[in-house]
């Protein structure tokens, strides 16, 4: 016997082996196109731009999004032969805004500096570091050789 039972937010049903046998009568509904909870893309069937869209990133909301949407509508809606070209005010002033808030838009210049400081700094330390087998060693020297039965072996020596 199948039943069901709400835990705070969440209903849970427990159904039997026969209400799984059973095919399922629910019936479908066409997905309405004016339907404003359906998921859209970016650029509406209208031609006009989806602010809600998820791939915006919330960029349409917050401190910057009244720049933002100018500068995103006049690239969207730009008729110029290099597109945007008029545009560059706009996106001037989102900018200056995003500048006034850079724990909210990080710049991007800042991101790739630091991320290039971590890696030169750990291979440059790798290198002044040395290795028993870099070229430059004179502590170690290694010599490979190959056997007679196709395996090989490695033989160190010591510089003195």
């Not at 070209?85 to 800042?110: A, G, T, V, W």
């Amino acid at each position: 016997m199948s039943y069901c039972r709400q835990e705070g937010k969440d209903r849970i049903i427990f159904v039997t082996k026969e209400d799984h046998d059973t095919p399922s009568s629910a019936e479908l509904i066409a997905d309405d196109p004016n339907d404003p909870y359906e998921e859209q893309g970016l650029i509406l069937s209208n031609g006009e731009i989806n602010w809600n869209c998820p791939c915006l990133g919330g960029m349409a909301s917050g401190p910057c999004g009244s720049q933002f949407k100018e500068a995103f509508s006049c690239f969207h809606y730009s008729k110029e032969e290099v597109k945007g070209s008029e545009c560059i005010d706009y996106f001037r002033n989102m900018q200056e805004c995003m500048q006034r808030y850079p724990e909210l838009y990080p710049q991007e210049e800042e991101n790739e500096s630091s991320f290039q400081a971590e890696n030169t700094g750990s291979a440059s330390t790798a290198v002044n570091e040395g290795s028993a087998f870099s070229p430059d060693s004179d502590s170690a020297q290694s010599t490979l050789t190959s056997k007679s039965d196709g395996s090989s072996s490695t033989d160190s020596q010591t510089a003195s």
